[in-house]
């Protein structure tokens, strides 16, 4: 199967405790597709400027990835980000953000990406999230992906409300379901979003891993242990690729597959951190991923205590 991204391709530049790097290929639509890639066909909706260089195109290009959704404006410059990271990386800190071409981006999907059944909506405004689910005609699973900026304009949050009404799947961090929901409790928080209609609320922790909660049970997916990590750009969209990539590739969106397919999400964010910008998802092989799954299998694995004292010795 093929999974559909809708979502930013960006020029990066990072400083770590680790390091600094500058115009990297970046973008929640980046990241997303390079993760997902190993796992299934990926189509790819962004848009660009003149300026990118035409590398980072083949770069996605050599992984596989469908770039016929992707729009290059001619005299435009491509969205840019710069964040600074301290020793806490799970907080970035901004220090310019410059939306050029992606500022006016209208997504129009070609005709044949639009019977795709595997939807990602990653962080655009929810008026074009909306736009996209219009333009997808009969998709299986949606997955959605917004943050604290439009929750916290009043005229955006009601469009996101609509969006989450119509996906089956919403990516919040512990901040922006309780600023969305008003609740501090996570799980209730995660209740009043499933109230509105999705079959699951994914709950990212960074590297405490994430949580999933549904209407069949709440599953915790512990991040995969690293002795390295050097920078945390994308790891959010990573993990999202590694579980949307998951179901595309096993068509089983059910709670049991969901819950696999968060541990495929958990094991591929591991390769993005481990390096600056996207080069671990570059490194990534379906050998590399199945040895981390095996690995945090066994890191979380534990005993029932119905079972007979004998077969626990």
Request: net charge negative; hydrophobic share 40%.
């Amino acid at each position: 199967m093929t999974v559909l991204v809708i979502g930013s391709i960006a020029l990066d530049t990072l400083e770590t405790p680790f390091g600094r790097a500058e115009e990297l290929l970046g973008g929640a639509g980046s990241y997303f597709s390079l993760a997902a890639s190993v796992l299934t066909n990926v189509q790819m909706v962004g848009v660009i400027g003149a300026d990118l260089p035409e590398e980072h195109l083949e770069t996605l290009r050599s992984r596989g990835i469908d770039l016929g959704g992707v729009q290059r404006v001619p005299n435009g410059k491509t969205f840019r980000w710069a964040g600074r990271y301290e020793y806490d990386m799970n907080v970035a800190q901004t220090i310019d953000t410059q939306l050029n071409v992606f500022g006016d981006f209208r997504p129009n999907l070609p005709e044949n990406y639009r019977d795709t059944e595997y939807v990602y909506l990653a962080n655009i405004t929810p008026r074009l999230q909306l736009e996209v689910i219009e333009q997808v005609r009969k998709p299986k699973f949606v997955g959605l992906d917004s943050m604290n900026f439009w929750i916290g304009n009043p005229e955006t949050k009601r469009d996101l409300t609509q969006v989450i009404k119509r996906v089956n799947a919403v990516f919040m961090n512990d901040a922006e379901i309780r600023q969305y929901t008003g609740k501090y409790n996570l799980f209730e928080a995660a209740r009043d979003v499933l109230s509105l209609g999705p079959q699951v609320v994914l709950m990212k922790k960074g590297e405490h891993g994430a949580v999933a909660v549904s209407r069949e049970g709440i599953f915790v997916a512990a991040a995969y242990p690293l002795e390295t990590v050097k920078d945390p750009t994308g790891a959010g969209d990573s993990f999202a690729g590694g579980l949307m990539g998951h179901l595309a590739q096993t068509g089983d969106t059910s709670w049991a597959g969901l819950k696999r397919a968060m541990i495929f999400g958990s094991v591929i964010a591991s390769f993005a951190v481990e390096t600056f910008g996207t080069d671990g998802l570059l490194r990534m092989t379906p050998e590399a991923i199945a040895a981390r799954y095996e690995t945090l299998r066994q890191c979380t694995m534990f005993e029932s205590l119905s079972q007979p004292t004998e077969a626990r010795t």
